[in-house]
Structure formats: C-alpha cells, structure tokens
C-alpha cells in the first residue's frame, strides 16, 4: 500500500477513535450524573421512610389516646348513669323516689330546725333503709344548691324560705 493510502486510513481512524473517546466521556459523564441523582433519590427515600415511619408511630399513638379517651367516657357515662340511677334507687335496685328523701329531709329539720349532714343521713336511711349510702347526702347537696337548705356552718343544714315553713293540714 501506499504511503498517502496508510496515513488518509490513519486520519481516518485517528477521527473515529476522537469520536469514540467523545461519546465515552458523554456516556461517563451520564453515568456520573445518574449515579448522583440515584444517591439523591436514595437519600430522599430513606427520609421519606423515616418520615412514614415517624408519621405511624403517631398515628398509632393517636389511635391509642383516642381508644383510651373513648374508654373513660364510656366508663363516665356508665358510672353517671349508675349514679343518677343509685341516687333516685336503692343500691338493691329499689325504687324509692328522690322526692320522698327530699320529703325525709324537710319533716326531719321541720322538727329540729338544724341538724349535721351525718344526722340527716341517719335519719334518711332509717325511713329509706334501700337507699344507695351516698343518696341522702347528695339529696343534701342538691337542695342547698336549690336554696332549699341553708348551711350556717359546714356539714350543719337547715330549712330557708318557705321551704321552712310547715305545711298545714
């Protein structure tokens, strides 16, 4: 072959393997770029799992305070119900009015003008023995907050008004 025929085969090659190593540092320097974006999608992945994971544990943990918020007002309900069903009833499950505790009450300090809650209680219990332990007092409680009943001193009642005066007959 002939010199002037070598060396155009040589620019030749020599311009093709420019070219190759051209489209060598492209495809490099993609595969650069790729694997930086895949470290970056990595790295937000695993921030977006611990953020998930931070995000259940307090769902869980609001689910839980829920359940047990749900729980105590049932319970409260329950014990209201119980109450309001033990204070009108007998803890035997008689069913004595509140009226005729209220009526114990009036005809007890119609007598003796004052008398402690405890004496009260007593007497209450004596003429309404099923009466749940608690009634008589809350009974107490209610008609002082009526105005029913006047306290001159702590734990000591009396009648007010005309609630004070007897009934004639």
């Known amino acids: 072959m002939q010199m002037h025929v070598l060396r155009g085969m040589r620019h030749q090659a020599a311009g093709l393997a420019a070219e190759d190593i051209a489209r060598l540092e492209e495809a490099r320097q993609g595969v650069h ?3 930086q974006r895949l470290q970056e999608v990595q790295r937000d992945l695993s921030q977006a799992r ?3 994971e931070t995000v259940a544990r ?3 943990s609001s689910g839980q305070l829920l359940a047990a918020l749900d729980r105590q007002l049932q319970q ?5 119900v119980s109450l309001a069903s033990d204070a009108a009833t007998g803890s035997d499950g008689g069913t ?5 505790t209220k009526e114990a009450v009036r005809s007890f300090l119609l007598q003796r003008n004052e008398a402690t809650a405890k ?3 007593e007497h209450v219990r004596q003429v309404h023995p099923d009466l749940h332990t608690n009634a008589p007092y809350q009974t107490l409680s209610r008609l002082a907050k009526k ?3 006047e306290r001159p001193r702590e734990s000591v009642y009396r009648l007010s008004g005309d609630w004070a005066i007897p009934e004639s007959r």
Request: proline content about 4%.
């Open 58 to 60: 307090m769902t869980r």
């Open 76 to 80: 409260r309900l329950a014990n209201d």
């Open 147 to 149: 105005g029913l009943l």
């Open 96 to 100: 004595e009015p509140a009226a005729s």
């Open 50 to 52: 611990v953020h998930e």
């Open 33 to 35: 770029d790729l694997e």
């Open 119 to 121: 004496e009260i209680a």
